[in-house]
């Protein structure tokens, strides 16, 4: 069975209302329903006082429509008289101010009452449940995020510090807190890193984050362990937010879950200035895969236009299945759409459901009804089906908090750079596993460490490993400048990949806005490549051992190296000194691709995705048109199309916003 | 009599210097004089201790001079002896941050202590000069605005919500607080909406407004009453800041008072990129006036360059009078210009009075003598000539307190599309009057209700009323869609108004910047208009009875009608769709104008006023030229010349910043 | 010898590596090292505990090889167990949030304690080093800057104020605080401005402004006072910062000092928009050599790419160099570069030194180990030389500091305005000292009181004499609007500047933003010059005995005099009514220079600076090439070049980036 249904909030409408709202649901084909998150309120009105009624007659009637049932921890949003009676409780922000009543998250997650609250409401929950056949699973809390700065955080911040590295004086080593004269002679003196102060000392921010992110990480255990001891049957999941949040090191906090969910809404990120971005879509389940390299849910997926003050554009007739049937191609194995009816009251008030705030069926509610009768016909096929991408770009959370706190060029993201590099890959229709940079990397040909700026020894060894065996590695500027501590390394950089690279950094250019260099590529391979512009950053390149591939055009350093490759063991690494658009990534992707025996299975213009989910002798295209135009895909064979239950060859049309998913044929 | 006048401060002169004043005062035709506005500290000195006599010898000197006095109550800025006494007066900002001492308006209206001593002062002023002869009214406080979040607001608060609402249950459903699990359980829990945690719930956003909005009426309140009762044969007026401020009720803040005063500087909205903008003061004065809906003053009208930090460009030769007659020509019966001499010291050393800081008469001061001899010619004419205007827009302050919370859409902005609407009148030399939803309309052929976001049944109920018997309604995108406690209604939009208007809104799209769509209209009344854009928001209407105006040209709703007609009872509701700039409205409102049987009376160039001020027998027609160049209007008819004291007929020439007042013969 | 070295911190490397950086020192001609600055935690483990040993070792191992010491004392960033014991030391910045801990310079000058424990290591550090004969001077603190808002300082400011002002009388007269009622009647009822309640009173806002600049030089007094006690023989400087600190009355802080050092970061204003600004440089040099008219240090010159959170471009190779040469052309007679080598941890990791990260000798440490060679040779001429400008331009902190609290037109900024008429300068090869308007002007032939806006009796005097002795005088818009106390004064302006300069501004109109007028020249000297753009501001002057020089072409006010020349006592003075680029500037100026028989005796391109030092008998001429081209530059006679050994004569060919030192022969 496909899972595939809604998230509702049954104790925001009449109980009248409920049974229409289940008949409907039947209607759409769902089979999952989430409940619960955000119901603290009513499920424990006043302290110590539990109240599961009004939720039990919830699942038994959605159950009695053939509905599972998964259950949220309603942990991110306490009710008022819990954060009246505590409100030591509340977050401090960066800034130093205390979050006051009103909304939701504004929790300390190292809260000690605030842990005892949340035990008690998840342990009573799991004990009432555990038994109930309809409910299936728990998503623990919502969309954790955030850092606190609280004086309960300073503590536990000492504490952590303590516990990693024993003494003051390996902390005072560790941050050469010699600079400025912050040798700290006592635990207490240690700050949080408020921003009201000026920047603080690149290794204690470093490590801030760091604790902040095992902060969430311990917070969500508490609960696990809980519903592990009284629910062993059920699964555990928590919705994450893709590739946006950077708070939080999502490895560390995915590794107890049974799978990871996550919350796609394509016009979030969205600022009212561009449409959404399909890219950006693909990049988020690709990195929520990549967690526990294992298939996931979309727990909230795209209902109609969102938002909270604002509205967002109308999705187009067609994009909220596209959108759904997108994540399936990327290997989501359960979608959820948030919500079911839009609210009428809250804040989100503007964040569409399927039904609109009158509650009458509509466009989007039968678009999805049509999927929904398309999923119990080709959702047995899906099943077992997985990706299995040959490529895999490392995702570093240690880089990504270094650059939060130095971004070493106002131009500079992390995630835009990372972005460039994957939609060249999209380009070129391949698929990409996202990983740590800890990950075994075997299964991979090519591998992209983009701006790995926070490097360990182990990680370093595990990529001399990779290429050592045959493995194709990219390395970009800024990689290996920081050891662990945030210290910059003392010898000539990318620092530990100096060796592997074949090539040190003799020196570098930061660009002014706006300034752009230009490279020639310098090996046959790449000749009549015309000179693609560089920006943000040079990096002046000594070939120790590699081969020069491309080299600067202008500036002092016209001439010098800008890319090397180094053959090494049986494989090869690649150093761009430089950062660039696709008129530079395309060609050197499409270079190392052949370099490395990936062939390019698929093509088709710009705005259509095609994917492959496989299983043992079962092969399934996804071809997604993003685009508002109908378009053309050739693809040699023949293919069982599963919407139109009909033989197909090319070339295959597809409408827009339209899906194609075809079964390969003998 | 016509009130003409300046405002003084003789405290911040040398005593030798008031007669001087006076003699230059009394030679420029000035008859009113307003006082001891922000005198508080030379008031009362100390504690208990009044002192009356300085200005006793100022109104006395005045008045020997023909002077008739306006008394400010000085609350608007206490002296540092009672803030430094009580900080727990000062202002909570909404960001946490209590307001500290050294600017004005820095007091809770809600705080006890400052309650009695403001009592206390005006009690005093009231029984000192309840019985001088000189003494002919009051100006409580100044430009009443702000909204505090202290915790003497939050208790205030919910002694308001209990008043209103009785138990907590009702609050909790009228607001939706089970969304999030934000269910109270004890009135203490219920916060003030600080921004620093994130978005509020709307309907405790919407009501904590209306809250500060009601708590500043009370304020004016208490001393409304001392004054009324020491002083019964005084008037009573405050003054207001025209369209600009949003922050308070306008129409409940000048229920009690005898008429509506207002401070009128073209330039201070001013943002330094362009020229003062007629038509935003001509909005100023009919919002002003249709508070009351009667005659009301500018009692601080501009009088050179404004500015604190920053000052603006000087007022070119002739605008002050233009400004002046502007208000008088939209009904003002009184005019005093704000300040005497530029201050030399303190936050307004750059707001210019009529003389500069040497104290020497200029440029500004011999124009305004100039207006003040024409005063003396005209004024009796003036005197009881009223506007009539036969079209109305409603102005919402709930609606425009919602939107403060929820914009809808980034570009959105209430003022900017109620703006454009009054511009398309304007530039048809239509009078309009600004009256609230509830207000009687029966004087009015043609009413808009421009995004009438917030509305009530009893709001509801007026405008189908006035429909029924034959008026003609404008309503516009993002109407009806909310309760009066800031809920989205639960049937289709616009809500209340869907019976009225003949259509529902089935679907809406809420445009990213710079995307626009185009409407074409398809009745012959209509036709030839060329493709008008439209932007911001489009509502994509379905009509149950009324007949299609227009529909959308481009995207997937291309074809679906935009406009829609309803004949409703005897007259008609138009249902705007979309919204548009003036090659959208100008046709639109011609051909309303038309339909309501509102002749099209004056024309003439953009940037020329025409109004007409009326009573028994007698018709004065104003021209006002706001460029910067010599215009010509025809006018059917002669006319007398009040200002040249000739006859005259078409065509009229009004030289650069000229103004003409004409009085109809026969 | 010339005083050429660096900033060495040694106490954040190891020991062993100490040997081979003062090895390297040697070799790259260094003489001078600066130590200590930062190393509180170091020299103070623990309240009470000195520890110099670690000290000692460095300056005799540094001393071995020949090197000067100049030891900072360490105040700007004091120790974690300080500040976590007493956090009231902390500084309040203007929004009144205090700062916590992390960065440096987060201290109060003011607080009582902190003055106490600065005392005691300073003291240590004089007894210690009084008798050290490797050390030559000290540098006191670091950069100081910053304003204070807290508690203590408010009581300090009534001191200030009661000091120099004497009764609560003489303060509201002075700040006119009858205006808005802000009449104080008790010392502890004045505020300090901060920032959450609105714009203050412009004269509590400027005193304020003055006693916060009289804290910082009443702290650094304290710490001079105690050196001078304890090193009579040794030098005391301080590092400024050049012409962009605008929180002290740098005049002020020089005072007490034996010579000025500043901190010289050509790329630190740098907006990673544009290129660093040579001119910027040269302005910031001749500022520091104006304090005390006198030679200068650069203590901190620029050694790498700068940065925080950000890194600068790479400055291109020659620069480094050519940035050292500008400096001692300008009058410096030391250079330190910052720092030795690049910090590997701590905020400032992207603050380049000559060696990078990595120890290795580069192309940096190379640049300038070449300008050592030549310094060894040249130095020597060098000592003894100095600057003499006829020029002067007049810096008032006074009119900086209220500007800053009202700027009076949105894109009037008093430091871009100075730029300009400084660049004109530079264009024309001028050399200019920068002074006080009190200063002794009889050296000059020619001085600028740019926006001299507030101007009291003693400064105007001055100026009356210089004109009527013979000098030539220009004033500019807005100077001589304020008196001392920040009133703007009684008479018409430019108040006591209206007699000199033989007009009045009659009118004055304030520019929105891209809005310009242009004038026209009316005297046969300027004739044939195009009409030049004015932008911001306009005068419109009514002359009572000066010559009209320009008129305004546009607006009501066209042919109203905009600049005027008056004849007085022997001299000139030109009062300018615009603002405006170098089309106005350059002829205005040239023309000047020529009245004031000021010769342009240097011509050479843009970008190309010609500056010369001189003593008894000798001339040395600096031709500095800040363009990327070769460059050719005229000059008569012959010329002994220093850096090449050879005679030479016109032309003078100078390659990018480069410098030529000639003494001129006969």
């Not at 979309?298 to 938002?307: F, L, T």
């Not at 067609?318 to 359960?334: T, V």
């Not at 400048?481 to 390394?489: F, H, P, S, T």
Request: charged content about 20%.
């Amino acid at each position: 069975m496909f899972n595939f249904g809604v998230d509702y909030y049954p104790e925001q409408w009449p109980e009248e209302r409920w049974t229409k709202d289940a008949e409907l649901m039947a209607q759409a084909g769902f089979n999952v329903v989430r409940l619960a998150e955000f119901a603290w309120s009513r499920l424990e009105p006043e302290k110590g006082r539990f109240d599961f009624e009004w939720l039990d007659r919830a699942i038994a009637l959605l159950a009695g429509y053939g509905m599972h049932i998964v259950l949220g921890t309603p942990t991110a949003s306490p009710p008022p008289w819990l954060m009246a009676e505590h409100p030591e409780i509340f977050r401090v922000r960066s800034d130093g101010t205390r979050v006051t009543y009103g909304h939701r998250r504004g929790y300390c997650p190292n809260n000690l009452v605030y842990r005892d609250y949340s035990r008690a409401i998840v342990r009573k929950m799991a004990e009432h449940y555990s038994g109930n056949p309809a409910v299936v699973g728990w998503q623990i809390d919502n969309e954790l995020g955030d850092r606190c700065y609280c004086p309960r955080c300073a503590l536990a911040f000492h504490d952590w510090l303590r516990t990693r590295f024993g003494t003051l004086a390996v902390i005072n080593d560790r941050w050469g807190t010699v600079f400025w004269s912050h040798i700290y002679t006592d635990w207490t003196q240690i700050p949080v890193p408020l921003t009201i102060g000026g920047p603080h000392n690149p290794g204690l921010a470093l490590d801030y984050h760091r604790f902040c992110s095992d902060s969430y990480v311990d917070f969500m255990q508490i609960q696990n362990a809980i519903l592990r001891q009284f629910c062993p049957d059920h699964f555990i999941t928590h919705n994450f937010m893709g590739f946006v949040y950077d708070q939080i090191n999502q490895f560390d906090l995915s590794r107890s879950l049974d799978f990871v969910s996550w919350d796609n809404y394509p016009q979030m990120q969205w600022n009212m200035k561009d449409a959404a971005d399909p890219v950006k879509a693909s990049l988020g389940h690709d990195t929520m895969r990549g967690l526990k390299r294992s298939p996931f849910w979309v727990i909230e997926q795209q209902a109609g236009p969102s938002g909270w003050e604002i509205v967002s554009p109308a999705p187009r007739p067609g994009q909220l299945r596209l959108w759904a049937y997108q994540a399936i191609a990327h290997g989501a194995d359960g979608i959820l759409f948030f919500r079911w009816r839009t609210a009428q009251a809250g804040v989100e008030q503007y964040w569409h459901g399927l039904l609109d705030h009158d509650g009458r069926p509509g466009r989007r509610y039968e678009e999805i009804r049509r999927m929904g009768g398309e999923i119990q016909i080709i959702g047995e096929r899906l099943v077992g089906t997985k990706l299995k991408p040959q490529v895999a770009i490392l995702l570093s959370y240690d880089s990504r908090f270094a650059f939060q706190i130095q971004a070493n060029n106002p131009s500079f993201r992390y995630e835009t750079e990372f972005l460039k590099l994957y939609r060249a890959l999209q380009e070129l229709k391949i698929s990409v596993d996202i990983v740590s940079p800890e990950a075994n990397l075997q299964d991979y040909k090519l591998v992209f460490a983009p701006t790995l700026h926070v490097l360990d020894g182990q990680a370093a060894d595990n990529l001399s490993a990779y290429v050592s065996n045959g493995g194709v590695l990219v390395v970009t500027p800024r990689s290996g400048v920081k050891d662990e501590a945030n210290r910059i390394v003392g010898c000539p950089l990318p620092g530990l990949l100096a060796e592997l690279c074949g090539m040190e950094v003799s020196e570098y250019d930061s660009f002014p806005e706006g300034k752009t260099n230009s490279v020639r590529f310098t090996i046959p391979d790449l000749e009549g490549t015309s000179s693609p512009k560089v920006d943000i950053w040079a990096d002046l390149l000594h070939p120790t051992c590699a081969t020069v591939v491309a080299i600067y055009e202008h500036d002092y350093y016209a001439g010098s190296p800008a890319i090397t490759l180094n053959h090494y063991g049986t494989g090869y690494a690649l150093y761009m000194g430089v950062f660039g658009g696709q008129d530079l990534l395309l060609p050197v992707v499409r270079w190392l691709l052949q370099k490395a025996e990936i062939p390019l299975s698929f093509q088709g213009p710009t705005g259509v995705e095609i994917l492959k989910r496989e299983s043992d002798g079962r092969i399934l295209i996804f071809i997604l048109n993003h685009t508002g135009d109908g378009q053309a895909v050739d693809l040699p064979g023949v293919y069982w199309d599963l919407l139109h239950t009909s033989l197909i060859e090319s070339p295959i049309h597809i409408g827009p916003y339209d899906v194609s998913i075809l079964e390969q044929q003998g």
